[in-house]
């Protein structure tokens, strides 16, 4: 990267402009420079006219490269907010995205509805997303989140988010497997919420986005020929981990809402409900049992 200031220092205003002039997104050039130099939006805005050093301007320099490359900006920045936690992300886990958010705060309304403990399993828990954000934001008394995952490479990414957690980090567990496979047999029929994002797009779906499937690991996207057939599974096996009266939220493709539905009917759980995206669209389903 070239440029610099009228005595040979390159700011931190100069290296964003040229960063944003690379990128052509002023915002991405902005969260590089924060991510390089380690400054936070109020150490950011007190810095512009200062100095930066070579070695910030090297690690812009090969986030700019990567990005240029075609490689999503979360996994360049390494790190990305999620509801009240910020997580580590790369590429052995998906980028949590925002739906994610909303079936997360669901998981954490149900749960807070308990007055003294409250146990919630977090199956196929990737980057910890919304584990992590359960533990954080559910009372330290009482909580039990479980995190599960059939990668080990996610189970470290998560496990790495979880030590960053400070005290809510004692209330979760974490555990390799699939699905329910996972758990100690003496949580079965003792759960008050399962929540997960599970993979959902169907083999073969020409819809999915070529930076998703480049980038992101398909193990979190991909799940048989209609993408149904992960959820199915924790529909059927759901039942014998909740408690009598607890619940199970799950994420889902937005064409498949009906299918849901009707899963949950067929399995016997009360309260079905189909509830939308923030795009008003079907996305996340809401059964007790
Ligand atoms: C769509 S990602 C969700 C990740 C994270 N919960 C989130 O919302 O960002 C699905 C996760 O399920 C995991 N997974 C896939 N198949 C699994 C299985 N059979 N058992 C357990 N986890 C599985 C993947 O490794 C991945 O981390």
New binding site residues.
């Given amino acids: 990267m070239s440029g610099g200031s009228a005595d040979g220092h390159l700011t931190w205003r100069q290296l964003w402009a040229e960063t944003a002039d690379h990128l052509g997104d002023a915002n991405e050039a902005r969260w590089m420079c924060q991510e390089a130099g380690g400054l936070d939006s109020i150490e950011w805005a007190t810095s512009l006219d200062d100095a930066v050093t070579e070695r910030v301007v090297a690690r812009v320099d090969a986030m700019t490269a990567r990005r240029r490359a075609g490689e999503p900006l979360q996994y360049v920045l390494g790190s990305w907010a999620f509801r009240t936690v910020e997580l580590m992300v790369d590429r052995r ?2 980028i ?2 925002p739906e ?1 958010e909303l079936l997360a705060g669901y998981a954490i309304d149900e749960a807070r509805r308990l007055a003294s403990r409250r146990v919630v399993v ?6 910890g ?2 584990a992590l954000s359960c533990a954080a934001e559910l009372s330290i008394e009482g909580t039990t989140v479980w995190g ?4 080990h490479d ?1 189970l470290e990414v998560a496990r790495a988010n979880a030590a960053g957690l400070g005290r809510a980090a004692a209330n979760i567990r974490l555990a390799a497997g ?2 329910f496979e996972a758990l100690p047999e003496d949580l079965r029929g003792d759960v008050d919420v399962v929540v997960s ?3 959902y797009i169907a083999h073969g779906d020409d819809e999915v986005a070529a930076d998703v499937l480049a980038w992101e ?1 398909h ?3 991909f799940s048989g020929d209609d993408g149904l057939a ?1 959820i199915r599974h924790i529909v059927e096996h759901a039942r014998h981990w909740l408690r009598p009266g607890g619940v199970l939220l799950l994420e889902f493709g937005h064409r498949q809402g009906e299918s849901v539905r009707q899963l949950l009917h067929n399995h016997g759980y009360r309260d079905v409900e189909i509830r939308p995206d923030l795009a008003g669209r079907d996305r996340i389903a809401h059964a007790r049992r």
């Avoid at 977090?122 to 980057?127: A, K, R, V």
């Avoid at 599960?148 to 990668?151: E, Q």
């Fill in positions: 886990v998906l949590p995205r994610t977090d199956l196929g828990t990737g980057s997303a919304i599960t995952d059939a990668s996610a699939p699905w994002n599970p993979p690991p193990d979190a996207l992960d």
